[in-house]
């Protein structure tokens, strides 16, 4: 017997008399983090006749392994969504301080997505992702969370025909499409045959949440630490109390760390609170992997599209990827609903929106990645983007926002600005500062490296 799982708590849409599923639906969506019900959302949104089905194997809410950093793009994109009540009331953040590897700091503000007030907030993955889950469901998506999705048969035509399955029993669905939203090892993406990405082209991150004694919380900050380079450390405040922190390295580059991911976190922290005087009080410790976009593979399957981090739609140098899960799922409904659900190729045009919007935006973040790997340069690009409004603006763009470029200009910069540390208490916005202790120390590397938690 088939059953309809509660949607975490909240009341389905659907009425306890109409719960009998039907064996097929119009597009089933799998995975409900944020890719998953923003596609479900935008569906009963955009496309309301589709009868729209949202599969997890786990129930809402649910941790992620995250920074929580949600940036102006996701905050864009919630509100078209009609979801903004998600971050309402939150602290809003605006200003970014990046810290290099020998301790010089510039900030700036928050690059603008889609002509809004250039504003981020800090919203832990629990909440955020159950938040936007129960929004789908209240539009009309038919929540099956708590199941998984097991296998995937495409060779039938007009349909795909999927498996679930949740504690001895089985379902068998026929969807006129599919949307992958199942995360970084995603199950679709392994049936259609596609590869998970290269070491190179995946990080590894921990992150963990901390209590300061007193307030020391502000921007959202990054410091760019010798031994993590190209990747990095992020405090991220939820208040000026407690904060989002954790590293972020090249699974590539990991691979020859002596030291393992809780190890790095804990040094970070030792830093942190060498710079800030100020121990902090941890828990909560969690790791994950990322699939960046520098290796994006083909997203549009037939009627099977990857979407997320299912489709590797993760910033190469940052991490960062709500925002560009966010707008994966909208562009792969508008294709739905612009090519037609029952065209051979549904998501064709969705593919190449994606590529046309981000392909570059990724293509740049990954070189700005190459250029930060040398340790002299991280510090000589700081340095000049405290002397530099304009390279401040563009670094915030490419790292949180959509820039497409590195130019000869902004290297040009870095060159003339970077070589010299600027007078200490010098203007704040951007601003520069020399650490009291000469940059930010770095504790040495363990002897042993010791086992690396999963999420
Ligand atoms: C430590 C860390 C820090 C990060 N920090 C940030 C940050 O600050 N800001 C930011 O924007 N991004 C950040 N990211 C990246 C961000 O977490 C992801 O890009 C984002 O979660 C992608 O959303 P998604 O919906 O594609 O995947 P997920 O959030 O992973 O959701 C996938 C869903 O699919 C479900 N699922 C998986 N397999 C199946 C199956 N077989 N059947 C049914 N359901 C299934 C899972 O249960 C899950 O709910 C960070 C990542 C890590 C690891």
Redesign the pocket.
Known sequence: MWHLTSSGGLPSTVPPAQREPPLSCDLLV???????AAAAAHARLRAPGLATWL????AFP?D????????PG?VARLVTLGAGHIVAGRRPIERVTIVGPSGATAGGDLPPVGGNRPVGYVVP?VDF?AALFHHACRLGAISYAG????SLDTSMPGHVQVRLARAGEALSVRARAVIA???????IRRCLGVPYNRPRHT?L???AYVTAPAPVFQDLEFPFLAPLLPGYG?V?PLDATHANV?V?LDASRYRHSPASLEVLLAQFLRAHAARHGAPLDLHGR?????SFGSQLPRLAHGRVAL????GS??NPFT???????LAAAMLAVDSLRTTGIDAPRPFAAYERAFRARFERHFRASQFAKRLARSRRFADWAIRAAARSPVLVAKSTELLMGEGTTVSPRSLLTVLTHGWRWPAAGGSSRPSVVRASNGGVPWIPRPRRRRATEAS
């Not at 799998?30 to 998953?36: K, L």
């Not at 991490?319 to 899960?325: D, L, P, Q, W």
Request: hydrophobic share 40%; net charge positive.
């Open positions: 799998v995975g409900a983090g944020p890719a998953g599969v997890d194997q786990q649910r992620k392994a995250c920074g929580d950093g949600v940036g996701v993955r992702d199941w998984r999705m097991t939203a199942d995360g970084v090892r995603s199950t990080g991150a921990i992150r992020w991220f954790g972020m969690k790791a994950y992997m990322l979407i997320g981090d299912a739609q993760v991490g960062e990827g709500i925002a560009y899960a």
